[in-house]
């Protein structure tokens, strides 16, 4: 039945979430969103251990006895910070309070018993948070909430770039796209480019888990990390939450951006709050948590509405006189200024949670999310009226069951449907109008110039739709073993369409959409499937911990492909051939000491390219126009291959100071790259002996280095993190169309090992804390990089080895302060966040003659064409990264 419903072309709503519903009782899709807790209980006065004992989680019905030996373990434990007592007829009771509780990770917690003098005596304690992690068998980084709210970050993607090894965004010198996102165990990846689809607000999160090294059995479809986000489940009392603030760019460089210098506090806002509490007439057996978000930013990029976007043959045009030049222009504008960069972003969520039966736990959430924007484009500064809008369109609908199996064994059951679709272009209706003509940009461009009018022609529209279902069973079969096992399908649907609207003699001169299945007007719809199952067993010994585990992947495009790609046009078609892929994973901790922990880990991971790459341009239409630029995919692809090995070292010197050492390297191939042909000699092929490009299983490349960490915790007033990365990130090609790239260019591809472009040698990030988080605190982040690669070249001939250049440095300093406020029942808080503190320039971006965001002007004879001065069209203030910016906010709780 539900395979003839997701094979169903109606592939409606009401379908998608009758399945989720059902899906409650079939089939799942999670990862390890929760921990353990385990330890023994001893009697103080023997020393020897007490069974029966019962140990319960407070305000939980999670708990369970000591056995024979004294020893007890809590599985199924959400993640955060619990308050767990254990109780024997004639001894106190004793509560350890404060006990942080990670994903997938297993708190220790011992308990030291005396005997009752008084009735109903009870002994508090606070748990201690040891530095080193016995079971940490690979790198990973968990985040609690009350950890985010005092760092200087908007996000959990701003949280990623903070991690050691992590070069914006480029897990340990992995390519975009090669990271596996997920909320509540459900992955979150649009699978087209393979980016996040959600932004999951931090007032939402109860902890994400950042996992940079090798990864276990139940994670699949990343090759580089996986960052993994548990969101809050409702409170038993009424609790909520506002907070909003004002900002702006603050900057002294005025002479490379344009109106900055007006400060409008308003430029910059943001509101956002959180709400709940048990649903009215349930009590606490129905709970709901309820979040929303909206943040407006105009960006610091602006552009002035010098001429509007009109073609050559509007009625409006006149020529002007231009330092002696004579430029014609369409129509001009009222030289108001416009942001060029700016985007609003809306989301929400709303979770019910529920118990059934006691202790079986149902929850369903939701995600909605709402994006809006402009990117910077610099042809356009003076015509920032011809650059398209983005709009984004994102929700997720997930819901889960889970089910006790006695103490020791659960089952999680969860189906999730979610849509994620992104259209683009200057007016909604392709037919308006406005529309200039569509060889406008050609004939209003010029040397060294800004475009004098026109727009860009592209309607870009895309939706992917995924329905996702999985079953996981978890048993702690004996002391020493924690079995996982799990199995899980994925259906997409993928629709594109894509086109350049037409103006021209052809269409009367009125704007048109042209004919679909053309290299003018793609359109498709493709329906590949996932299907995925994972053994996991992790073995706790007093002596070692060993995380072993198996993964066997499977992917079918369902799609077609040229029997001969050297006949584009006569060959004959073929099906696509399903994938399989079975990776081990393995991971052992082994404590050398109680403050010292070594580990090693290894293990295959497998990731199938952005679908994009297998359904770009599926009509196989040679278009002699584009030539190489236009590639066509291939459905057929294999996945892409990742062998990684790791070893590092924790070591605590205190309660409080500790440092780590982790070597890693990474062998890849089967990356997506790109490949030539030419279409043969015949009758039946018009464009014979040109060339053209389809994606192929070709590129390579190896990552390696080391990290260290130092970590003092918080404590009289003073915390301290830095962490160094020493890292080579080399390949044959950072860009899968290198070698159509090279190919237009002239040059021969690279055939050996070169930078990547995001092979950043040295980085160094350090975090200072100040104050107490109950009354004020002050929290500065510094990250100092050297330069990324390039490759040098004068008057476009390149003088050098691919990326065998490197710019200058960077420099980020972000600082957030926080003072609380205790009015009545309020807590008050009073805070302000300043990104690039220093108002460093860091070019981001850099001319290949000079590698700086300048270039030598004697490379690039000529005189403009456009109304534009030579250095204005050379300054380029998107090559530095953001100026200054200040907010300040309050917030309040309740």
Do not use: C
Not at 101 to 123: A, S
Not at 424 to 439: C, E, K, T
């Amino acid at each position: 039945m539900l395979f003839s419903l997701v094979r169903s072309e109606r592939f409606t709503l009401r379908v998608s979430l009758g399945l989720v519903m059902s899906l409650f009782l079939i089939i799942t899709v999670t990862a390890q969103t929760t921990g353990k807790i385990a330890g023994t209980v001893i009697d103080v006065g023997t020393g020897r251990t007490i069974p029966g004992v019962n140990v319960i989680i407070s305000g939980t019905v999670q708990g369970t006895t000591t056995d024979l030996d004294g020893y007890y373990f809590i599985i199924g434990v959400r993640p955060g910070t619990h308050s767990v007592q254990a109780s024997f007829i004639g001894f106190s009771t004793m509560i350890v309070e404060d006990v942080r509780v990670q994903i997938d990770r297993t708190t220790e917690i011992n308990f030291e018993l005396h005997e009752e003098i008084f009735e109903g005596e009870e002994v508090v304690v606070i748990a201690k948070r040891p530095l080193v992690q016995r079971d940490l068998t690979s790198s990973s980084t968990s985040i609690s909430a009350e950890q985010l709210q005092n760092l200087p970050v908007l996000n959990f993607s701003d949280v990623i770039n903070l991690q050691a090894g992590v070069v914006d965004g480029h897990f340990r010198g992995g390519r975009m796209g090669e990271v596996a996102y997920l909320v509540d165990g459900v992955p979150i990846n649009d699978v087209y480019d393979q980016t996040f689809a959600f932004q999951v607000e931090n007032n939402a999160i109860q902890e994400v888990q950042i996992i940079s090294g090798t990864f276990n059995a139940e994670f699949g479809q990343a090759q580089s990390g996986v960052v993994n986000i548990v969101t809050k489940d409702g409170a038993q009392e009424y609790e909520g939450s506002f907070s909003a603030y004002l900002g702006d760019y603050l900057t002294s460089d005025t002479d490379l951006y344009q109106r900055i210098g007006k400060i409008s506090p308003t430029d910059t806002y943001e509101l956002q709050g959180t709400f709940s509490g048990p649903v009215p007439g349930f009590g606490d057996r129905l709970t709901f948590f309820a979040s929303g978000r909206f943040v407006n930013n105009d960006g610091y990029l602006y552009g002035r509405n010098i001429v509007r976007p009109l073609g050559a043959e509007a009625d409006t045009g006149r020529i002007i006189d231009i330092d002696g030049r004579q430029v014609f222009v369409p129509a001009l504008g009222d030289s108001s200024f416009s942001s060029m960069n700016w985007g609003k972003q809306s989301t929400g969520q709303f979770k019910l949670t529920t118990r059934l039966f006691g202790v079986n736990k149902l929850t369903a959430n939701l995600l909605v999310q709402r994006d809006e924007g402009q990117d910077y484009d610099h042809l356009f500064r003076y015509n920032p009226e011809g650059i398209p809008t983005t709009f984004g369109d994102s929700w997720s609908l997930t819901s889960t069951y889970t089910q006790l199996f006695g103490t020791s064994s659960f089952m999680e059951v969860k189906g999730a449907y979610f849509k994620n679709e992104v259209k683009s272009f200057v007016y909604a209706d392709p037919l308006d109008a406005r529309y200039p003509g569509d060889n406008a940009l050609r004939q209003l461009g010029g040397n060294f110039s800004f475009f004098r009018g026109g727009a860009r022609m592209n309607h870009f529209r895309r939706k992917t739709r995924t329905l996702i279902g999985r079953i996981d069973f978890t048993s702690q079969v004996s002391r020493q073993h924690l079995i996982k096992a799990g199995v899980e399908f994925k259906q997409h649907v993928l629709f594109l369409d894509d086109f350049e609207v037409k103006n021209n003699a052809s269409t009367n001169f009125e704007p048109a959409i042209p004919i679909p299945d053309t290299p003018d007007h793609v359109l498709y719809e493709e329906k590949p499937i996932e299907a995925s199952a994972f053994l996991q067993d992790k073995m706790e010994f007093d002596f070692m911990i060993v995380n072993a585990g198996i993964r066997l992947d499977y992917f079918d495009a369902r799609g077609e492909v040229l029997d001969d790609f050297g006949r584009p046009r006569s060959s004959t078609r073929r099906p696509t051939v399903a994938k399989f892929q079975l990776s081990p994973r393995f991971g052992l901790a082994y404590p050398l000491s109680e403050r010292g922990v070594v580990h090693i880990a290894y293990g295959h991971f497998f990731q199938m390219p952005p679908f994009q790459f297998l359904f770009t341009n599926p009509d196989y239409i040679y278009d002699p126009e584009e030539g190489v630029n236009r590639a066509f995919g291939n459905a057929d692809l294999e996945p892409q291959r990742t062998v990684a090995y790791e070893i590092g070292l924790q070591q605590a010197f205190s309660e409080m100071i500790g440092v780590e050492v982790t070597v890693y390297f990474k062998d890849i191939r089967n990356l997506l790259g790109t490949r030539l042909e030419v279409i043969k000699p015949g009758f039946d092929e018009p464009f014979q002996l040109e060339k053209y490009g389809r994606f192929i299983n070709r590129d390579y490349g190896q990552v390696k280095g080391f990290i260290l960490t130092f970590d003092r915790r918080l404590s009289g007033g003073f915390g301290l993190g830095i962490d160094y990365t020493f890292q080579i990130a080399q390949g044959n090609a950072s860009d899968p169309r290198s070698v159509l790239l090279d190919e237009r260019a002239g040059i021969e591809s690279e055939k050996q090992l070169v930078p990547l472009d995001w092979d950043r040698r040295h980085q160094l990030n350090a975090t200072v804390t100040l104050g107490d988080p109950e009354n004020w605190l002050a929290t500065l982040i510094g990250r100092l990089g050297t330069g990324l690669p390039y490759t040098p070249s004068l008057a476009d001939e390149r003088i050098g080895l691919e990326n065998s250049a490197r710019r200058r440095g960077t420099a980020i300093f972000d600082l957030y302060a926080i003072k609380k406020i205790e009015v009545r029942k309020l807590s008050v808080s009073v805070f302000t966040r300043i990104f690039n503190l220093l108002d460093t320039r860091n070019e981001i971006q850099v001319y290949t003659d000079t590698g700086r965001a300048f270039p030598n002007l004697r490379f690039f004879p000529g005189e403009p064409q456009g109304l534009n001065s030579k250095d204005e069209f050379f300054e380029r203030p998107n090559f530095y990264s953001a100026p200054r910016q200040v907010t300040i906010g309050l917030s309040f709780n309740f």
